[in-house]
């Protein structure tokens, strides 16, 4: 009698379980200690930007006969790569400015998105608006966090606890149904 691929993965279902534990005890910290959570935000924010702007140097350089403007795309990455070291260098200083660092950032990557889109309808790709749509709408944000930057701050550890409860239910669900799935 032959195994199912999915039920020999479904025998594994208690790492599912586990991690649902995990991602939801993670999230009740996060609540309870934001502080802490905050600085780990403003660590990973840090290594975000900084492997976006390698991600972004490469992209350029790679696409240099390519691209007309592909200049701009390399001094954004390297304006990235730069103040991704900063601010992993200096945590708690970067914790300080996290909301002012999110909101120029989300900018700077909304205004490239928006130029982005303007590029696509150059090259003749339909359904360009959608990407300018979502440029603009990155601009109007990135205004909302630079005009109040608590609402950055308070957003930040707010969703990011939510989202590590709710990612937690939902894997301790999906264990639970493996193991249903394993024992059929």
Do not use: C, D, K
């Not at 594994?12 to 586990?18: D, E, F, G, P």
């Not at 390297?78 to 300080?96: C, D, N, R, T």
């Not at 609402?151 to 606890?161: E, F, P, S």
Request: aromatic share 14%.
């Amino acid at each position: 009698m032959e195994t199912s691929p999915l039920r020999t993965a479904a025998a594994n279902w208690w790492v599912y379980l586990l991690a649902g534990i995990g991602l939801f005890g993670l999230g009740i910290w996060v609540f309870n200690s934001p502080g802490a959570a905050f600085l780990g935000l403003t660590i990973y924010f840090a290594a975000l930007i900084l492997f976006n702007g390698v991600a972004n140097t490469i992209f350029s350089l790679s696409n240099r006969t390519r691209l007309r403007g592909w200049g701009w795309l390399l001094a954004l990455g390297l304006a990235e790569i730069l103040f991704g070291f900063y601010l992993l260098s200096q945590p708690v200083v970067a914790a300080g400015t996290l909301a002012f660092v999110i909101g120029f950032w989300l900018l700077l990557r909304s205004g490239s998105t928006v130029a982005n889109a303007f590029a696509l309808r150059r090259l003749g790709y339909r359904n360009w608006g959608w990407t300018l749509a979502l440029g603009l709408l990155g601009v109007m944000l990135a205004f909302l966090v630079l005009g109040n930057p608590a609402i950055g701050v308070l957003g930040a550890t707010t969703w990011l606890a939510i989202a590590l409860l709710v990612l937690g239910v939902a894997a301790f669900v999906l264990g639970l149904r493996l193991r249903q799935a394993a024992h059929h």
